[in-house]
């Protein structure tokens, strides 16, 4: 069964830390990879997206990819209470026509004052 | 720009009852349209998805169905609502990048 696996967290870091959120994913044919964004009670908001192997910067945030590895992740440097959130994997499993894209269940990331 | 529009935010049903949640689209053509029902605690699940008007692909066999009308107009539907419908039921969409953006969101109980 092609997955998404997230560490499942709760993660707590003090402000001004770095979060690193990680995910691994089933299917070495996937191309196209996401982190969202979820405050409670809303809807996921895209962060990043990335499609090549190396590190993606916006910003505070960082999103590295590793194909071989079949590895992606999200760091959050200086982070801050506002970045408390879950945070959302998402794989576009099998890439190609594939319009689907399979979510990890997210981890929960809390940033203390 | 584009917008999603998702309505309505809240929605509280007895069992039994039929549904009908509307999502529509602006400042885009030809968008692939997808519905996803998060419960409590958990993660996004794809109910369905549509790549055009009248083309619809269901991804769990349940108690819900989708039409899709118009071309930017996406329709999930129930004829009777279970106990376990319940859930945050989100509608998204991508166009020429596979980016899936989402509506507010509906959160929905059944009781």
Redesign the interface.
């Known amino acids: 069964q092609k997955e998404v696996e997230q560490n499942s967290g709760p993660l707590s870091v003090p402000e001004g830390a770095i979060a690193s959120l990680n995910c691994t994913y089933s299917d070495r044919g996937s191309q ?1 990879f ?1 982190w969202y964004r979820q405050y409670s ?6 962060i990043m ?1 990335i499609y090549s192997n190396g590190d993606k910067e916006d910003g505070r945030f960082t999103a590295q990819l590793n194909k071989a590895s079949q590895y992606v992740s999200l760091l959050i440097r200086d982070s801050q209470p506002s970045d408390s959130a879950t945070y ?1 994997c ?1 794989v ?1 499993i099998g890439g190609g026509s594939n ?3 399979t ?4 981890t929960l990331l809390t940033v203390n004052p | 720009s584009q917008t999603i529009h998702q309505w309505p935010a809240t929605l509280v049903q007895p069992v039994g009852s039929p549904l009908s949640l509307e999502c529509t689209v602006e400042g885009t053509s030809n968008p ?1 349209l ?1 519905w996803y029902r998060q419960a409590a605690g ?3 699940q ?1 109910l369905f ?1 549509s ?1 055009g008007i009248g083309q619809i692909s269901s ?1 769990v066999p349940q108690n819900l169905s989708a039409s899709r009308p118009q071309d930017r107009q996406f329709i999930l539907s129930s004829k009777k609502l279970l106990l376990s419908d319940s859930g945050f039921y ?1 509608c998204a969409w ?1 166009g020429l ?9 509906t ?1 929905l109980s059944v009781l």
């Open positions: 196209s996401f009670g809303k809807s996921p908001e895209l997206s959302l998402a576009n319009y689907k894209l979510f990890g269940k997210g | 692939n997808y958990r993660g996004l794809l998805y790549v991804e989100l991508t990048s596979d980016i899936q953006y989402f509506g507010a969101g959160r």
